[in-house]
């Protein structure tokens, strides 16, 4: 969703919020890693002995060459601090925040997201695809590509009916431009819904 946040802050209708289940997974990932330094911390000497003994004690070449080095505990406080590190990222980031539409409270759950090989004029036309609510015009997708350019997002508001078509050409937040976003509701919703659940992209539809 970050490549389309700046069109969702420039939205009235949306307002960005802290999720509580991500805040607590990231906190709680930050609280292991934190433990996990302190226990490193607190039984070095003893980790160290544990890790050369293993060393010692191990039937392969590559491992006993390592028994003086009891690498154990500092691998430990490594791995801990990188990923708390990336744990706090994601606490001060976007990963715990999520939109919802501001009249409801209703959150944006995302159901899609494609990086399509398209050129600005595939992209153009399968934009108005989108925007006239008709899924035989947008249905199947081209094939994704690592790299595309061409970024299709779906979001739905479900508790209000809601669907959301967001569309970024380049696939780097920094050199993306997003195309107005699209909104469906009532028969045109039902049928995003519908596709959504047998499969957008070619080759990946249920029965294909």
């Not at 925040?97 to 409801?104: A, D």
């Not at 995302?110 to 035989?136: C, Q, V």
Request: aromatic fraction near 10%.
């Amino acid at each position: 969703m970050a490549l389309y946040d700046a069109t969702f802050s420039q939205t009235p209708a949306f307002v960005s919020r802290r999720s509580l289940p991500r805040t607590i997974v990231a906190t709680g990932a930050f609280l292991l890693c934190g433990a996990a330094v302190v226990l490193a911390v607190v039984n070095f000497a003893g980790l160290m002995e544990y890790s050369k003994e293993s060393a010692e004690e191990a039937s392969r070449p590559r491992y006993q060459a390592m028994r003086g080095l009891g690498i154990l505990p500092i691998a430990i406080i490594i791995l801990a601090v990188t990923f708390g590190v990336f744990a706090v990222g994601a606490i001060a980031g976007s990963w715990t925040r999520v939109w919802v539409r501001e009249q409801t409270g209703t959150p944006l759950r995302k159901r899609f997201e494609g990086y399509h090989a398209l050129s600005p004029d595939a992209f153009e036309r399968l934009h108005a695809a989108f925007a006239s609510g008709d899924p035989t015009r947008y249905v199947p997708l081209p094939e994704q590509t690592r790299g595309g350019d061409g970024v299709v997002f779906v979001w739905t508001a479900d508790a209000d009916q809601l669907a959301f078509v967001g569309m970024t050409w380049g696939s780097r937040r920094k050199t993306t431009r997003n195309a107005p976003l699209i909104v469906l509701s009532g028969r045109p919703f039902g049928d995003l819904d519908r596709a959504l659940s047998a499969g957008l992209t070619v080759g990946r539809r249920r029965g294909d």
